[in-house]
């Protein structure tokens, strides 16, 4: 009854009715046939044949088999009575009762046959509503009746007093008929086909003009028709009202519905929506890299179209709220954005990654959205880029929204302007392309009405890869402002017939997306489009279809296509991951058998345990080792400054009075000035040196991972870099170093034989590697030329001639300068020509330092010899008769004691403070590290990592998969 009202008929019904209408003008002149905008119906209904094609085309289909008992044909039961009589004559129902018999029973195998070959059509039952939605159907047309006034003449009134008394017929417990299923909300697509001699959907007006078409209409006929198309235009916009009120009402009581099962939900889990469980699905997908070799192929509502073309708005239209940031022709649309449509008792929006909601009611809180959406869109876009690749996930709910996950893309440009990147127009396309090329993905394709049609892109763009049309929608936006341009409608009628463009598709709507004012709400916008459409001269000109029209009617076709597709493909999307998890299951028993499916996050945070544990195990570290390692370290970098710049220029005064003011001078510089730095560094470095043995004492280990090694490596480097030493800890260092530098007393003899013993391993370390150095230069000795077959170099042979004549010249006074006068040069030159070497003063010079310093070297070895006995006429102030000068010692007694007390210092501050520090700012790091996604991909790599993260993507969709199909099946979208 709806669609008789409606207006909206299939093929087959409109066919019956235009062949019953021809039969009637033929055989009963007297029956006038009335050719009206929609509705063909004679007066008289005594005609079986008629009646039962009306039937046909009326749903809910009623039986009609006491009404052709009752007016049966007479030319059937003639033709029964000449089958008898033949049957009498040849005597042959002997024959015919067996043929019957045995072809009875070949027919029900044939039967069977074919019935068990037919496909699965149970999913058909959704779209058959149960006897008591029928009922109440019924009753709410009986109830709308009361509610429209008929006019008081004219054939309308006639025609729907008819229906209106066909109502009651419909008997209490009737079932509904099969026949038909594909005439249901399917007939919000109007798919055109160019081998018909109209549109695939058919109309009673069609019928009309079809039956009247063999008749020349009269001037009192054009006036009745003008004049009953404008009362049933009037009639149909009273019924589209109604329709829209009772639609508010089942809104509300939604919500009150929706409302009162939240409070009851208080004290039970959460369950998710069928729509946001299929969210999920895709969230995940998304995340995936593009390395990722799983194919995504479950279906979305991808929205493309022209820049400013008004898809934004149409997405918002269907949303019912102004939820994406807009500009004055610019372009707005950076990245792609998923909206998550579902109905829900309050009109909010979420981010999929945030819990704040946004209340769509309020414009703060709506300004507040479209502000955080365009800063995601430029944070998103790379430095050079003008667009993004990667999703913005935004779910909405509200009553009354149609379920559905749709993807708004950048609008497709023509020119590349000021600002933007030279590629943006291919990245665009390129962009809209790779979610197109999704086999079950719906491409809405929104095109601009207000302009010309060959300056459209993108339909050019939609029938490349949709060439059939078989999941395209097409929209045309801004149809008032067309109207308002006087645009041809001829022009529009072929648009919204798919004639105009090359591009095909399943439906074609014409849409208002408001006036042009951005400030505009989704409710006046609604008013607004409602109001064009009442008056457009288009839909009176039946340019416009009913079905054809608002952004109601297309968010209902958007989201039958869209489960269509999600029930027709799940499954195989299903069984899809489901083989490849078992491929990667087998491949990970094959490689890694002994080894647990640890992902990269499970990995990241096991090393994350065993670097903690080593960086716990500093703590655990006893003093005593401390001290020792800062004791080498410190030596090691303060030998050199202490034997260059401290007791070789003191050792060349000539007597001890000048020998411990030059020391006394330069300690105090050193300690005022470079020494606690530099006993801060050797602090430092000692701690880390500890924490990188103990990060590389696990490599020693069997049961070592290699896979950690980069990690623990970028970890102990970044954690290197951000420690530093607490700035107080420099001026403690300065005041104690002064102090012990400046205290000359040795209180006992051990300290006096242990600071001959430092002075002892310090001199023959350095005594070492003079000779070495030495060595280096002349070359190998005899021995060792024989022994390994090796020869000098003529500079080598230079070199033992000079350091001949140097040697000669040392032993020739006991105590020589560290350098040597030009006079001592040129007599070095000299003899060695005479020997005919060649060399420069600058030669003799390289040769004599090495060879002075050893000189030194031994005489103050043997210096520390005579001076190991030396601690009484120490005691006594050296003013015996001894001769001896044991000033050396007391300087490395001084020495040794502050390396001594700055490593206790250090290893206090170390085992105190430092340590902790340490171990915090290693957490840091590893916090930071755990965040960034792309460190983890560089530090975690190899196939074992890759396979185990594909393992558990595979999973996690799979399992939802699985969740959201058991859903599906449950419940009736």
Request: glycine share 4%.
């Amino acid at each position: 009854m709806i669609r008789v009202v409606s207006g909206s008929f299939g093929p087959y019904c409109s066919r019956s009715l235009r062949q019953a209408a021809i039969r009637h003008s033929k055989t009963k002149p007297d029956v006038v046939a009335i050719r009206s905008p929609s509705l063909h119906y004679p007066h008289h209904l005594s005609h079986q044949t008629t009646i039962a094609r009306m039937y046909v085309c009326i749903r809910p289909k009623v039986l009609l088999a006491e009404y052709m008992y009752k007016h049966g044909n007479a030319r059937g039961m003639s033709s029964m009575t000449k089958a008898k009589s033949l049957l009498k004559v040849f005597r042959i129902r002997y024959i015919v009762i067996g043929s019957a018999i045995a072809g009875g029973i070949s027919l029900k195998t044939t039967y069977q046959s074919w019935k068990d070959n037919l496909p699965d059509l149970s999913w058909m039952g959704n779209y058959v509503p149960d006897n008591e939605s029928v009922r109440s159907i019924v009753g709410e047309l009986k109830r709308l009746s009361g509610y429209v006034k008929l006019p008081e003449k004219g054939w309308l009134k006639d025609t729907i007093k008819d229906f209106k008394e066909m109502i009651p017929t419909v008997s209490e417990g009737f079932l509904l008929d099969n026949q038909g299923l594909s005439e249901g909300r399917d007939s919000y697509l109007v798919k055109s086909d160019d081998d018909s001699q109209g549109t695939s959907v058919t109309t009673l007006k069609a019928t009309s003009d079809s039956v009247g078409s063999s008749a020349k209409p009269t001037a009192t006929e054009k006036e009745r028709l003008e004049k009953s198309k404008e009362e049933f235009l009037e009639a149909q916009l009273r019924y589209q009202r109604e329709i829209e009120r009772l639609e508010k009402e089942n809104k509300a009581l939604k919500k009150s519905l929706l409302l009162r099962g939240d409070k009851n939900a208080v004290h039970r889990k959460e369950k998710k929506s069928l729509i946001d469980m299929y969210s999920e699905v895709l969230d995940d997908l998304a995340d995936n890299d593009d390395s990722y070799r799983m194919t995504d192929h479950l279906p979305r509502v991808v929205v493309v179209g022209d820049q400013s073309a008004g898809k934004t708005s149409v997405l918002e239209m269907i949303a019912q709220a102004r939820i994406f940031p807009r500009g004055h022709g610019e372009m707005m649309t950076r990245s792609p954005v998923k909206v998550t449509l579902s109905e829900g008792p309050h009109h909010v929006a979420q981010f999929k990654d945030s819990n704040r909601e946004f209340d769509l009611t309020k414009e703060t809180e709506l300004k507040a959205l479209r502000s955080e959406i365009e800063l995601r869109m430029k944070n998103s876009v790379q430095q050079g880029k003008t667009i993004s690749t990667e999703v913005i996930s935004l779910s909405v709910r509200g009553p009354g929204i149609q379920r559905m996950v749709l993807v708004d893309l950048p609008g497709i440009i023509s020119t590349v302007t000021t600002g933007m990147a030279t590629d943006t127009k291919d990245s665009i396309q390129k962009l809209s392309k790779m979610y197109m090329n999704n086999p079950n993905a719906i491409i809405l394709c929104i095109q601009d009405g207000a302009i010309d049609a060959e300056r459209s892109i993108v339909t050019d763009l939609v029938s490349e890869i949709d060439p059939s049309g078989k999941r395209t929608i097409f929209v045309l936006t801004k149809v008032d402002l067309a109207e308002k341009n006087s645009a041809n409608p001829n022009r529009m009628q072929q648009i919204l017939q798919g004639k105009l463009f090359p591009m095909k598709a399943l439906g074609y709507f014409a849409v208002v997306t408001g006036k042009g004012n951005t400030n505009d709400s989704i409710e006046t916008i609604k008013k607004y489009e409602e109001q064009f459409f009442r008056t457009s001269q288009l839909f009176r000109s039946s340019t416009f279809k009913p079905n054809q029209m608002n952004t109601q009617n297309l968010s209902f076709a958007v989201s039958d296509c869209f489960w269509k597709m999600v029930r027709e493909s799940v499954e195989q999307q299903a069984d899809t991951y489901k083989a490849s998890r078992f491929n990667l299951e087998t491949e990970w028993k094959n490689n890694f058998p002994r080894l647990r499916e640890l992902d990269r996050d499970e990995l990241f945070e096991r090393a994350k345990g065993e670097l903690l544990d080593e960086v716990l195990n500093l703590s655990e570290i006893e003093p005593k080792h401390w001290e020792e390692a800062l004791t080498k370290v410190f030596w090691e970098r303060v030998s050199g400054y202490v034997f260059e710049h401290l007791y070789l220029p003191a050792a060349q005064m000539p007597d001890p009075g000048a020998f411990n003011t030059t020391v006394d001078i330069k300690l105090k510089q050193w300690a005022d000035q470079k020494l606690p730095s530099k006993s801060v560094e050797v602090g430092w470095e000692t701690l880390l040196e500890e924490f990188s043995r103990l990060v590389d004492k696990d490599k020693q280990k069997r049961d070592h991972d290699n896979l950690f090694d980069d990690l623990k490596s970028a970890v102990k480097q970044e954690s290197i870099n951000r420690h530093k030493w607490q700035d107080s800890a420099a001026d403690g260092l300065r005041v104690m170093q002064l102090n012990t530098l400046e205290d000359r007393s040795v209180h006992d003899k051990a300290q006096w034989d242990s600071a001959v013993k430092f002075m002892e391993s310090t001199l023959q370390q350095r005594l070492k590697e003079t000779e070495d150095r030495i060595q280096e230069l002349v070359g190998p000795g005899t021995g060792e030329r024989w022994m390994y077959w090796k020869s000098l170099t003529k500079q080598q042979e230079n070199r033992r001639h000079t350091k001949d004549e140097l040697e000669r010249l040392l032993q020739s006074g006991t105590k020589h300068k560290p350098t040597l006068s030009p006079d001592e040069v040129t007599t070095v030159k000299k003899n060695l020509e005479t020997k005919s070497v060649e060399v420069d003063q600058e030669f003799i010079r390289e040769t004599w330092h090495p060879l002075y310093r050893k000189h030194f070297l031994e005489r103050s070895m043997k210096l520390a010899q005579q001076c190991s006995k030396g601690f009484y006429h120490y005691q006594r102030g050296f003013k015996d008769d001894s001769g001896m000068e044991c000033h050396d010692v007391v300087l490395f007694w001084r020495i040794q004691r502050m390396v001594q007390l700055t490593s206790n210092v250090l290893r206090q501050q170390i085992m105190n403070t430092e340590a902790r520090r340490l171990e915090k700012e290693v957490k840091e790091v590893l916090e930071d590290f755990a965040d960034d996604k792309e460190m983890k991909t560089k530090l975690l790599t190899g196939r074992r990592v890759e396979l185990a993260e594909e393992l558990k993507r595979v999973r996690q969709i799979q399992e939802k998969l699985e969740a959201f199909i058991e859903a599906l099946q449950k419940e009736k979208v």
